[in-house]
């Protein structure tokens, strides 16, 4: 038995070496190919001519630019997205300072008009001021996917996640990722391999979904103006790194095994509709609003009451959100944030845009007049690692029920505990890294 093992390894490595693919993707290849010697030897057919479909496919699946073309594609996206929607931001980020400005006008109760005017509208309002950067990016994420592009993204990347334990089928819920990483997760289901379908649920909250997407606009905005959509562009595929270098240690050394080949077959390119693409861009984009209208509104409620009381205080320092802070300060003084930073982060595990609704309220400040505040306070450095924590650490509540349901209770706590490690240590990186190359 042992003897016919070792044959078998050098004959299968053998062929890895000729045609530079394992056997489970090698044999249907071969086998198609005999198909269609054998359709060619029975049937006439006139002369097909190419398609519009394969001569782009030519390029955007060759195996050296079908990378390159696929991240091009990928910054152009940020571009757009951020180039198109930047009037509308400073014009809803108005439109907030004009309704808390009317609140603190006519409503004479002070501990109401605080209520209103900073809690409900400026919380809200500095996470709503970047709806448009969120539905022009699924309006491009719509444009991809309808054009027939994204479904080829999997084959693009499938021969690369072979490496790390991963095949081009995880790419799909990772694609999905950036909306949300709930759905993300439950479309792991489709997945055939189990192995692989845990390394694709644990890693996809590492995917950058919309809800990160308010604090890397503001922060981007404050510390990199003239490069924004670029510096959001790499927090992206950072997570996309990550997700692939942290498949590759829990598939080596805790699921061993290996993913089961990709067959798929791809749609023809296709122009898509202008009202299909708006349709989408509606419906994916609202659910951010509704989201915003109940889970975000009563963790920006918790964060206003919290940083209010006890009755009394003179000052948010004082509140028990100031005590947190300054409890949790000394955790992050390597990163060069102070107490505010620090326990804006905390809310986060409820909902990730709750982040900029928390240092709104905690600075006491509404969006354009919290960007200066920030300036002040942290580096570009320190504020390129916070944007880093955030994309990394802890899932959100709805994501760890998702992986809860899809996987149970021990890898729930295993996404939640690595990520929060795998956050503190990137950080840390970027900063002694980062302080390294500037001084």
Known sequence: MEELRKVLNEAKNRLIESFGLEPDVLLPDIRYRVIEEIVSTSIIREKVELTLTDVIDDAILNKYLGIPVFLSLAWMMF???FSVAAPIVDAVDMFFSWIGEIIGEYISNSFLASFLADG????????????????????????????????????????????????????????????CNVPGVMATRTIAGENERILTAITNPLISCSARLPVYVLFAGVFFPDNSPTIIFSLYMLGIVLAFLISFVVGRFFLKGKPSPLIMELPEYSMPETRTLLMHMWERGIMFVKKAGTVILAGVIAIWALSNLPLGVKSVEESYLG?????????????????????????????????????????????????????????????????????????????LAAIKGELGWKWAIFSAIYEVILAYLVALMIMVIGGVMLS
């Open 323 to 399: 005590i947190l802070g300054h409890i949790m300060e000394p955790l992050f003084k390597p990163f060069g944030w102070d107490w505010r930073i620090a326990v804006s982060i905390v809310f986060g595990f409820v909902a990730k845009e709750i982040v900029v609704g928390a240092l709104g309220m905690i600075y006491g400040v509404e969006e354009e007049a919290l960007e200066h505040v920030i300036s002040q306070t942290m580096t570009p450095l320190s504020a390129y690692a916070f944007m880093t924590f955030v994309l990394i650490y802890v899932p959100c509540v709805a994501t």
């Open 79 to 81: 571009q757009f997205t």
């Open 120 to 179: 409900i509208v400026g919380g809200l309002g500095t996470i709503l001021v970047f709806v448009p950067n969120i539905f022009f990016l699924f309006l491009a994420l719509s444009a991809l996917e309808d054009s027939g592009y994204l479904a080829r993204v999997a084959f693009i990347f499938d021969r690369l996640m072979r490496k790390f334990r991963l095949s081009g089928r995880s790419i799909i819920p990772h694609l999905i990722g950036f909306g």
